[in-house]
């Protein structure tokens, strides 16, 4: 599959995730341009800005990801939207928590809404 055919196919999947999560909505969505090959980041999100990102090529042999493994990366950054970072104490210190157990537990409840869903659950094995 051509790389732009790709990016199109994952924009109209991201526009059917909205309806899916509608927290989703005020975010945008972009394609991670790599700037070097040693450049290993999945996707991220960010907060402040609204933009999810993600990078849609592996990363040694940069070819294209499977479907499956996109959706879960997008689980995983739809659920900092859920169950956003806070602060704690920890021994003295002010740590920020971005995965705790509870966030885990959303990323896998996002993953089976996803494979319940009838548009969605074709990408999965």
């Known amino acids: 599959m051509e ?8 924009l109209i999947v991201y ?3 909205q309806t899916l999560f509608p927290e989703v909505k005020e975010f945008r969505f972009h394609f991670i341009k790599r700037r070097t090959e040693r450049q290993r980041v999945l996707g991220y999100i960010n907060l402040r800005q609204k933009v999810i990102a993600l990078d849609i090529f592996s990363a040694k042999e940069f070819r294209l990801k499977k479907m499956s493994a996109l959706l879960k990366i997008l689980a995983h950054e739809i659920a900092h939207i859920q169950k956003p970072p806070y602060r704690q104490r920890y021994r003295g210190h002010l740590i920020i928590r971005q995965h705790y157990p509870e966030f885990y537990t959303q990323v896998t409840n996002n993953i089976k809404i ?3 869903d009838q548009y969605l659950k074709a990408y999965f094995d």
């Open 15 to 17: 526009c059917h995730l």
């Open 3 to 10: 790389i732009q055919h790709f990016q199109e196919l994952m």
């Open 114 to 116: 996803m494979k319940t």
